[in-house]
């Protein structure tokens, strides 16, 4: 079988190999989903609890690495996180409609979102997060991006992994 030219998957899966985990593959995602379908902001969010962390921005003077956010009870997270469904945000009133913090997402510029959960034995682990003008997105930009979802696994696995023993750490 032969790969697409469209088609980053066989190079982000050798850079998986690679030393540097799990930064290289971020930048390597980010890199691939800009030359698919665009963004102007790219992060990573691993879910803990009923919130989602931050482990990866492009843009980390305006939402920097370890940034936290409750999402689990919204509808954002109902759809995204429990039902496990992508969120396309075409415009600005799926912005606000998603996120509490459109303000800041809309003085950057920012006016869509594909939102990608990363799932793992039948939940969302985490995140995949693409921002752009409004009006750049649309279902066709959805389905590329979620191929490479599952390339974050392990990084999303270890990201909570990591949390959960600091934490057990500061309870002794």
Same mark, same amino acid.
């Given at each position: ?7 980053? @998957?066989?190079?982000? $899966? +050798?850079? $998986?190999?690679? !030393? ?5 593959? %971020?930048? !390597? ?24 962390? #931050?482990? %990866?921005?492009?843009?980390? +003077?305006? %939402?920097?690495?370890?940034? #936290?956010?409750?999402?689990?009870? @919204?509808?954002?997270?109902?759809? =995204?996180?429990? #039902?496990?469904?992508? /969120?396309?945000? #075409? ?6 409609? !998603? /996120? ?9 510029? $920012? ?6 959960? =990363? ?17 750049? %997105? ?6 590329? =991006? ?9 990084? /999303?696995?270890?990201?909570? +992994? ?11």
């Amino acid at each position: 079988m032969t790969a697409r030219p469209d088609d980053p @998957t066989g190079s982000l $899966l +050798a850079t $998986l190999a690679e !030393a540097g985990q799990p930064e290289r593959l %971020y930048k !390597a995602l980010e890199d691939a989903t800009r030359g698919l379908v665009g963004h102007k902001l790219f992060t990573l969010l691993y879910v803990d609890g009923q919130d989602v962390a #931050r482990v %990866y921005s492009s843009r980390p +003077a305006e %939402y920097p690495v370890s940034g #936290r956010k409750t999402m689990g009870e @919204t509808p954002w997270g109902e759809l =995204v996180l429990k #039902r496990r469904q992508p /969120f396309l945000g #075409r415009d600005r009133e799926g912005i606000r409609w !998603a /996120f509490f913090d459109h303000a800041l997402i809309e003085s950057m510029g $920012l006016g869509s979102v594909i939102n990608i959960p =990363v799932l793992y034995d039948g939940e969302a682990i985490g995140t995949m997060n693409l921002l752009d003008v409004e009006h750049h %997105y649309a279902e066709a930009h959805v389905a590329p =991006v979620a191929r490479l979802a599952p390339l974050l696994i392990p990084a /999303f696995l270890e990201a909570r +992994a990591a949390a959960r023993a600091a934490d057990r750490n500061q309870i002794r």
